[in-house]
């Protein structure tokens, strides 16, 4: 049985979505609803000519020939569309945020409490290979229990979009929720326990600052730091710059316990490196008694690398993912549970660097 995917949007991350649902067996590309024409006709041709293009989401569902929906839209569309698609017995895989408010989320959550069929928010980052064996790692008892997680993300600033959505935080939810919610989502899973208290210092210093859309100037922060502690005793830091194209990792996700400490690197896109190649992650683990340190590159096959700018952990999930619908049982491995807590410690987070206090999110899901 070949699973017909239904996109919703097909922008930068539309694409990749296609390219990466064309690598895995069994599955296709079937429509794509977006009310760009100059998008539709891209994804025409991204998709190797499967894909029926639609100017309008409703009218691709009502056809009724899909297995599965992929919502890649703007944030800020994200929860009226699950609002109408939570009437479907499809399965659905939607972009990070969740939405772009707790309130939003919540009210998607009591839509889908009874709901027989799957919904993932795609969190990509936990499906970075350097993060898996990162996870595999801690799994194993190699830090011991983990007591801190610090994360550093020094990258591009944002990209241009369609319509230039991602300029304002009212369409994104703000950086600390549209980019960063990858990185609560990481702390909460890793840590295993839920965030009690958010403190954010955070400025919008250098990226977009001579732009204008329709009169209006950007108001999106492009650097922060960001501490979240959690229930357990455990603390996560972010450290974010989005102007430091030349830093030679994209990110760095370090988890230290008793027994020791292990890193995960990665680099950036390769459009996006001084050379335009490649190049491996790395796993560094340190074991505190021996003080022995081993390093390790994790390879990634080049096809499913050039799929996308997510150093191929969008092919991953999608792989789970349509195990998932194939399977026709089991709970997504992202749940919207997850999606929830994710724009909750970011809206805290942008708060704290609005107000300058810590802001206290306990039992806030």
Not at 205 to 233: L, M, Q, S
Not at 267 to 291: M, V, Y
């Amino acid at each position: 049985m070949t699973i017909r995917y239904g996109l919703i949007g097909s922008g930068m991350m539309g694409q990749e979505h296609i390219r990466n649902i064309n690598l895995l067996g069994g599955c296709e590309v079937a429509a794509v609803a977006d009310p760009d024409e100059g998008m539709r006709a891209l994804s025409v041709q991204t998709s190797g000519g499967t894909a029926k293009p639609y100017s309008d989401y409703k009218e691709m569902i009502s056809k009724g020939d899909l297995d599965a929906l992929v919502i890649v839209s703007p944030n800020d569309t994200h929860h009226a569309i699950l609002m109408d698609i939570l009437e479907t017995p499809l399965p659905i895989i939607c972009e990070k945020p969740l939405c772009t408010t707790s309130v939003y989320c919540r009210e998607v959550l009591a839509k889908a409490e009874n709901r027989a069929a799957p919904v993932w928010v795609a969190m990509e980052y936990r499906y970075m290979p350097p993060v898996q064996r990162l996870l595999a790692e801690i799994g194993n008892g190699t830090t011991g229990t983990p007591r801190m997680m610090a994360i550093r993300e020094h990258r591009f600033p944002f990209l241009p979009k369609v319509g230039d959505w991602n300029r304002f935080n009212v369409r994104t939810g703000g950086t600390l929720v549209e980019k960063c919610c990858h990185f609560w989502d990481l702390m909460r899973l890793t840590l295993k326990s839920d965030p009690v208290r958010v403190y954010a210092s955070a400025a919008a210093d250098v990226n977009h600052r001579d732009e204008r859309y329709d009169g209006k100037k950007p108001d999106i922060i492009d650097n922060a730091f960001v501490t979240v502690e959690f229930e357990n005793g455990a603390r996560g830091m972010l450290d974010l710059c989005m102007f430091a194209e030349g830093s030679y990792w994209q990110e760095v996700i370090s988890v230290t316990g008793e027994k020791g400490r292990v890193d995960a690197k990665v680099p950036g896109p390769a459009r996006f490196s001084p050379d335009g190649k490649e190049r491996a992650s790395e796993i560094e683990i340190s074991h505190r008694a021996s003080k022995e340190v081993i390093r390790e590159e994790i390879e990634v096959d080049h096809s499913i690398l050039a799929a996308g700018d997510h150093h191929g952990s969008t092919f991953f999930q999608h792989q789970r993912f349509r195990d998932l619908v194939q399977s026709g049982r089991g709970r997504p491995e992202v749940s919207l549970h997850d999606g929830l807590w994710s724009v909750i410690v970011g809206e805290a987070a942008e708060e704290s660097a609005r107000t300058g206090r810590a802001i206290d999110i306990r039992g806030a899901a």
